[in-house]
């Protein structure tokens, strides 16, 4: 899984843009907020920071090139918080997708979850498949509820769909079942390695279709940011004084993190969604591009994916035939 996540993540993602800026100003200014809170205006913050403000106050008396240095300090720290986010997004996003270790309190956690998430992929089934409809409800009332139940069919046809077939393994979080499934529906159905073709695949997109899925990707590392930035948040609890301001603004970040995940899971899907569609449109360049073979049929397919992510992981045994496409 974790080579999955970097395969489909790290070549498109490293991009800073507004949507990963917002969630880490955020942060530093709800961290602003909270030491105005406590030690009051700018005024009287050096008087009431003590001895960990008293650099800064001092750095800050010192006229015109001092209120400059201290702007390039607070800049410089502004850029480090987000590199370092920057970085621990790809590792943070490989344990929502279930990297746990194997401990024994993280392997009972995740065969909890795995089956939970066993339970509800059986639930979505039967409910996007349901198709009766209540005896008491007669004439127009019946018909209602077909309407209602249509939307209810279709959520949970949606979300049934990204979880992995019965057939494939299950992982302990939704993250993780939807990256498990896009990559297992595809080797199926097109005996494609996605970890293998991935980078190949990405570099023979043309521009228009690469951009798209950069954009998704990206989407998806800037949800995994701001969900760390969330469950950083409580942090500035420790310089809140009084039992009602702690307790609002831990629930403040409660919520935070439960949005965060929600908006996580949903650029997670249609990510997945997306990388699912690219790969039924444009599989075939991969073939040209490596100068491949490409399928005679549907059915010589699977057969002819599996050689070529054999080809392209140096593990084929076997003698093929490479046709280089022409020169443009």
Not at 122 to 137: F, I, K, W
Not at 188 to 196: D, E, I, T
Request: net charge positive; charged share 20%; hydrophobic share 50%.
């Amino acid at each position: 899984m974790g080579d999955l996540v970097k395969g489909m993540v790290e070549p498109l993602a490293k991009r800073w843009t507004a949507t990963m800026g917002g969630p880490l100003l955020l942060f530093w200014m709800a961290g602003a907020l909270t030491v105005l809170h406590r030690f009051g205006p700018p005024s009287e913050l050096c008087g009431r920071a003590g001895a960990l403000g008293r650099p800064v106050c001092r750095i800050a008396g010192q006229g015109a090139w001092g209120t400059a240095l201290l702007a390039a300090a607070l800049t410089a720290g502004l850029v480090l918080s987000a590199v370092a986010l920057s970085a621990v997004a790809s590792p943070a996003l490989e344990v929502l997708a279930g990297r746990w270790g194997t401990s024994a309190p993280a392997v009972a956690l995740a065969h909890r979850r795995t089956a939970r998430h066993a339970s509800r992929r059986e639930r979505l089934g039967r409910r996007a498949a349901d198709r009766s409809g209540p005896g008491a409800h007669q004439g127009d009332r019946l018909i209602a509820w077909r309407a209602q139940n249509a939307w209810r069919r279709t959520g949970a046809g949606r979300a049934w769909s990204h979880y992995p077939r019965r057939r494939d393994e299950l992982r302990p979080t939704a993250v993780g079942n939807a990256l498990h499934g896009v990559a297992a529906g595809i080797e199926r159905n097109y005996g494609l390695s996605l970890p293998v073709c991935w980078g190949p695949f990405v570099e023979c997109l043309e521009a228009t279709a690469r951009e798209r899925l950069t954009a998704s990707a990206t989407r998806v590392l800037g949800r995994t940011q701001a969900l760390v930035c969330a469950v950083l948040a409580p942090v500035w609890t420790l310089l809140l004084e009084g039992v009602a301001a702690r307790v609002v603004w831990l629930v403040v970040c409660a919520l935070w993190v439960w949005g965060a995940h929600r908006a996580l899971r949903s650029g997670t899907e249609q990510y997945c969604e997306h990388v699912r569609d690219v790969f039924a449109v444009h599989r075939i360049r991969l073939y040209r591009a490596a100068g491949f073979p490409a399928p005679v049929s549907t059915e010589a397919e699977v057969a002819s994916g599996n050689a070529l992510s054999e080809a392209l992981a140096m593990e084929l045994t076997r003698d093929t035939l490479f046709a280089w496409p022409d020169a443009p």
